[in-house]
């Protein structure tokens, strides 16, 4: 079993990355080169900006490259209570924001080319207990007088021609989405950026940022650059000059198992549609059928940091959750394990606009593949004077109460979120 995400062993190469110092004068420096980073690039460039690309590692290895790789329509969390918190008119526009940001993923593999396994099979989401059914229709009752249409709600006696496990009760299927090879799209954006112009910096940790004239100077393990703009796109970075964003966000690990290649037939007997799936559990779990036809099978399983030492006992939790929902895959070997953090905003939604002068995008809340690829074609927008087309620029953000960086309060949150899952 690797302790590695199979979407980045499983990446062609990036041969377009930057040797050498960095140095010189630039118009924008983005700092984090996830999708978020790749996709502004990407548009600046478009635009005619110089834009020079910071990576403190891997471009596309952080969460971009760890996650389950879904790409839907849908809010991080329910519908019903997102109009109860923010009222009909602002939930819809999340909702249709979330849905726009499909539509980006879409066309911009359409645009570049992008070799990445897309396929448009929709979200089912899995209701496990009878009475998560019973909110679920609520939720779609909503969702499609409000603002959707295209969804369906399947009780459980067709619930089965879906899935075939006794785990679940029903589900609301949204069409509008899909799933991709997260290593593949992250190289084939990372291409085009470069295609347009963008330098990338692999190993090129940023140590600070500092006003300088009418731009900024920015320090980086590689070297230094000046830039007229900066736009951080880091996620939940641990490091760096990034405190501020830290006290707003909670990293909240996410892991991952994927298995050996399965037989077609088996595959087909229980996952006919191949639809991207997730359960209403809160210690939740997500999964979906790869490209070479594995399951990819993640979930919270410890509220802790992702590190490989303890990557391996959320992977064996994982497994027995598996084995739980799927007894015909329980002898199934598991050939990938792994972890990655989840920007985790209090709100559970995106936050992006500027803070003393840099501009910003995360908080994405574990709905980051099709947001955040949206984002960075949104705030190369913003960057060029359209403010307006930020569709989060009128949430506040303050700081998570008691939270001064360092994620104390996890080991707590994972001990009521289950507790709550038992009698919920």
């Not at 641990?238 to 077609?264: K, M």
């Not at 501009?359 to 980051?368: K, P, T």
């Amino acid at each position: 079993m690797k302790l590695d995400s199979y979407w980045l062993d499983t990446a062609p190469p990036l041969l377009s990355a930057c040797e050498g110092p960095v140095d010189g004068q630039t118009d924008v420096v983005v700092i984090g080169g996830g999708f978020t980073g790749l996709s502004a690039a990407q548009a600046l460039g478009k635009r005619g900006a110089a834009v020079t690309v910071l990576d403190a590692g891997r471009i596309g290895g952080g969460a971009s490259g760890r996650n389950g790789g879904q790409v839907n329509t849908g809010v991080a969390q329910d519908f019903v209570a997102l109009v109860a918190q923010l009222g009909v008119e602002r939930a819809s526009a999340c909702y249709r924001a979330f849905s726009d940001a499909v539509d980006t993923v879409e066309w911009l593999i359409r645009e570049e080319n992008i070799d990445c396994n897309y396929i448009a099979t929709g979200k089912l989401k899995l209701a496990s207990k009878p009475h998560h059914l019973a909110h679920l229709e609520k939720t779609a009752e909503a969702i499609r007088r409000e603002v959707d249409t295209d969804i369906e709600l399947i009780d459980r006696s067709r619930i089965r021609s879906e899935i075939q496990s006794d785990s679940f009760h029903g589900g609301l299927l949204q069409r509008h989405g899909g799933q991709m090879h997260m290593g593949k799209f992250a190289v084939g954006l990372a291409e085009a950026a470069v295609r347009r112009g963008a330098k990338l910096y692999e190993n090129a940790a940023v140590t600070a940022i500092v006003k300088d004239g009418s731009g900024f100077r920015i320090t980086t393990a590689r070297g230094e650059v000046r830039a007229r703009q900066v736009l951080i796109a880091t996620g939940p970075s641990r490091h760096g000059p990034f405190g501020w964003y830290r006290r707003r966000l909670a990293p909240i690990g996410s892991f991952i198992v994927v298995t050996e290649p399965l037989s077609p037939e088996l595959l087909a007997q229980v996952f006919p549609n191949r639809r991207a799936y997730t359960t209403t559990r809160l210690m939740h779990n997500y999964f979906r059928v790869t490209p070479d036809s594995r399951l990819l099978f993640g979930g919270r399983a410890r509220f802790t940091a992702s590190e490989r030492p303890s990557d391996a006992k959320s992977g064996r939790i994982l497994q027995e959750g598996l084995a739980a929902m799927f007894p015909m895959l329980a002898s199934a070997r598991i050939d990938y394990c792994w972890g990655g953090l989840v920007d985790m905003s209090a709100d559970r939604l995106p936050h992006a606009g500027q803070h003393d002068g840099i501009y910003f995008s995360m908080g994405y809340s574990g709905h980051g593949t099709q947001m955040s690829t949206h984002m960075g074609q949104v705030m190369a927008d913003v960057m060029d004077g359209h403010e307006d087309q930020n569709p989060w620029r009128e949430s506040e953000w303050p700081a998570i109460p008691g939270h001064t960086g360092k994620p104390w309060f996890l080991p707590l949150v994972g001990t009521y979120y289950r507790i709550k899952d038992i009698f919920y």
